[in-house]
């Protein structure tokens, strides 16, 4: 099966700085996405990105299917940005759609 | 986004007891929807499949006879822990996709706690 591997496992910032986080899988994906889980553990969409580049406020996503990674940018760091960060993909023929596989997960800390 | 309702948020129920998790998709019909496990500090891991109208799939190493699921309509899956032991205790947690492929990106319930003691 796929393989997802996500890095840094871990990550500590002081508030206003900027991160990269990055989703490396193993095989061709027709669908990535990135989440952000709470401390409820609750999965927040964050992108849908099975390629090409996306923006939403502070935070943006670039993925590059033909190199097999993704990457998550995280600007102007807040204390709110904590928690862990998942890519998750999956590859639909036809079939059922989205049986996710998830990545490692980043777990970051942003300190005030 | 589409949005998925999972009931309860969290559960404690005594060993030998069985527990029913519920997955709804509220503005959507879903013909398929997914439950996954979360141990602490894991990853979320897919166990099984649910179609809607047959059988469930389930990932290796699941047992199908323990971890229930049905998905008698196309707003509603149930996964029911049989006989639930402490090693049962984990967060539950379910997606749901769409009909006929029309919603590719995938929603997830709130997720379940479950505690057995």
């Known amino acids: 099966g796929i393989q997802v591997e996500q890095s840094p496992p871990d990550l500590i910032l002081q508030e206003g700085a900027n991160s990269t986080l990055r989703c490396n899988f193993s095989?061709?994906?027709?669908?990535l996405q990135w989440f952000h889980q709470n401390p409820w553990g609750q999965l927040i969409n964050l992108f849908y990105?099975?390629?090409g580049t996306k923006q939403n406020g502070r935070l943006s996503a670039t993925t590059v299917a033909t190199e097999r990674y993704s990457l998550l940018y995280i600007s102007s760091s807040q204390t709110t940005d904590s928690g862990v960060y998942f890519c998750a993909v999956s590859r639909n023929y036809g079939g059922a759609t989205n049986k996710l596989i998830f990545g490692t997960g980043t777990l970051l800390a942003v300190q005030p | 986004g589409a949005v998925v309702s999972q009931h309860p948020s969290w559960v404690i129920c005594k060993s030998g007891t069985s527990v029913k998790i519920e997955c709804r998709s509220l503005?959507?019909?879903?013909?398929?929807m997914f439950w996954y496990r979360q141990f602490p500090k894991q990853s979320l891991m897919l166990m099984a499949t649910s179609n809607e109208g047959s059988k469930a799939t389930y990932e290796q190493g699941v047992e199908k006879d323990k971890f229930l699921i049905n998905h008698a309509s196309l707003t509603l899956s149930t996964l029911t822990v049989t006989s639930a032991h402490p090693e049962d205790s984990s967060f539950y947690i379910c997606?749901?996709?769409?009909?006929?492929?029309?919603?590719?990106?995938?929603?997830f319930g709130q997720g379940t706690r479950l505690t057995v003691v």
């Open positions: 990105i099975p390629s």
């Open positions: 997606s749901a996709g769409g009909v006929a492929r029309v919603i590719t990106e995938a929603f």
């Open positions: 503005d959507f019909q879903a013909t398929t």
């Open positions: 095989d061709s994906v027709n669908n």
